[in-house]
T-cell receptor, first 115, second 113 residues
């Protein structure tokens, strides 16, 4: 069974640019959640996708957007990057079918640095 | 607002001793509490979870206690090993309604050889 994978591992961007991060969910999982983890902090919920629809959103501005594809993989897009967007972005998948998440299994994350 | 608080940001124990990591939560609607271990440069790894219909759950060398009256959680790691050194997060969620995990800041556990 393949776990959650994310790409790229590391990324450096400059302020104002746009970035796309990718996530492949664990086999058999149809729900993907994205979290932002600043250095020394716990992960903060960005949003969740179930059946290609956004299933809930945390306190993040609209420049954070996402997609889920028919194979349940997902993308996180961030427009107009700001310095404070520098963080580890984590993807988590779960088999819950959108019913509140159950157990979420995390990928290794993408480290984004905004200069 | 909702939050998960931790009593100790750093905990050091001697190898072989037990470690107890404590956590509080604030949302009485929360009914699912996973604990994650995060090693440097890696994503969080689930080590044990507990639902609100339980007070205690045991795994391999780990035990989680839930006190709903005072909204406290604790994670005990028995017979600690150097590989247990990591940051541990508790989280809370209402899996019957919302969909997000609310994480605390984390506790760094250092197991001293």
């Amino acid at each position: 069974e393949t776990g959650v994978t994310q790409s790229p591992t590391h990324l450096i961007k400059t302020r104002g640019q746009q970035v796309t991060l990718r996530c492949s969910s664990q086999s058999g999982h149809n729900t993907v959640s994205w979290y932002q983890q600043a250095l020394g902090q716990g992960p903060q919920f960005i949003f969740q996708y179930y059946r290609e629809e956004e299933n809930g959103r945390g306190n993040f501005p609209p420049r954070f957007s996402g997609l889920q594809f028919p194979n349940y993989s997902s993308e996180l897009n961030v427009n107009a990057l700001e310095l404070d967007d520098s963080a580890l972005y984590l993807c988590a998948s779960s088999p819950a079918g959108g019913q509140g998440g159950d157990t979420q299994y995390f990928g290794p994350g993408t480290r984004l640095t905004v200069l | 607002g909702e939050s998960v608080g931790l009593h100790l940001p750093t905990l050091s124990v001697q190898e072989g001793d037990s470690a107890v990591i404590k956590c509080t939560y604030s949302d009485s609607a929360s009914n699912y509490f996973p604990w994650y271990k995060q090693e440097l440069g890696k994503g969080p790894q689930l080590i044990i979870d507990i639902r609100s219909n339980m007070d205690k759950r045991q795994g391999q060398r780990v035990t989680v206690l839930l006190n709903k009256t005072v909204k406290h959680l604790s994670l005990q790691i028995a017979a600690t090993q150097p590989g247990d050194s990591a940051v541990y997060f508790c989280a809370e969620a209402d899996i019957s309604g919302t969909y997000k995990y609310i994480f605390g800041t984390g506790t760094r556990l250092k197991v001293l050889a």
